[in-house]
């Protein structure tokens, strides 16, 4: 029982290592994907860059959701309490604990093996990644632009007051 503990341990480091490099991808597309938010022409390696950076995210989300959040997990030892049992003898007792060992036994290895089974899939969607972008790469209009802000400007200047020493400042807009 000790081993399926140190299995999902293990499955959990790995996990948390995966997640960290999920989680540098984000930011490193994030950065990239960045551009689409200035006013300038839309480039398909921008495009590409979020469609990653939202895969990646997905990922994540799957990765902490499936693997990592903790559920339940048997127990590595009895409760002493079930095994004071007077009306049992001790080679019973014995043998009901000896059963209820393989069934946990059997439950952390079920566990461990679904956990492991979904962090692999996990990193096998992510090292698919550059063909995410590639895909989105291609498929996205070049050179689209983003509308630019309109220029507006003000213009102010000092009018004598026909009524005594204070000026009055005057401002017209133009676009």
Same mark, same amino acid.
């Given at each position: 029982?000790?081993?399926?503990?140190?299995?999902?341990? *293990?499955?959990?480091?790995?996990?948390?290592? !995966? *997640?960290?490099?999920?989680?540098?991808?984000?930011?490193?597309?994030?950065?990239?994907?960045?551009? +689409?938010? #200035? @006013?300038?022409?839309?480039?398909?390696?921008?495009?590409?860059?979020?469609?990653?950076?939202? &895969?990646?995210?997905?990922?994540?989300? *799957?990765?902490?959701?499936?693997?990592?959040?903790?559920?339940? &997990?048997?127990?590595? &030892?009895? $409760?002493?309490? $079930? *095994?004071?049992?007077?009306?049992?003898?001790?080679?019973?007792?014995? #043998?009901?604990?000896?059963? $209820?060992?393989?069934?946990?036994?059997? #439950?952390?290895?079920?566990?461990? $093996?679904?956990?492991? %089974?979904?962090?692999?899939?996990? %990193?096998?969607?992510?090292? +698919?990644? @550059?063909?995410?972008?590639?895909?989105?790469? +291609?498929?996205?209009?070049?050179?689209? !632009?983003?509308?630019?802000?309109?220029?507006?400007?003000?213009?102010?200047?000092?009018?004598?007051?026909?009524?005594?020493?204070?000026?009055?400042?005057?401002?017209?807009?133009?676009?």
């Amino acid at each position: 029982m000790k081993a399926r503990y140190a299995t999902a341990e *293990l499955v959990s480091k790995e996990a948390q290592t !995966t *997640l960290t490099v999920l989680l540098a991808g984000v930011g490193g597309s994030a950065a990239y994907a960045a551009k +689409l938010f #200035e @006013p300038v022409a839309v480039s398909p390696i921008s495009a590409a860059s979020a469609a990653v950076c939202i &895969y990646l995210v997905v990922l994540s989300v *799957l990765l902490v959701t499936r693997c990592m959040v903790f559920e339940g &997990y048997p127990a590595l &030892y009895q $409760n002493p309490k $079930n *095994l004071m049992q007077p009306a049992y003898t001790l080679e019973q007792l014995r #043998e009901a604990e000896l059963a $209820n060992l393989e069934e946990r036994i059997e #439950e952390a290895i079920a566990i461990n $093996n679904i956990r492991a %089974r979904r962090l692999n899939r996990v %990193r096998l969607a992510a090292a +698919l990644s @550059p063909v995410v972008f590639l895909v989105v790469a +291609l498929l996205s209009p070049k050179g689209t !632009t983003t509308a630019a802000p309109e220029k507006f400007s003000i213009q102010c200047g000092v009018e004598p007051s026909a009524s005594g020493p204070a000026s009055v400042i005057k401002c017209d807009g133009v676009k």
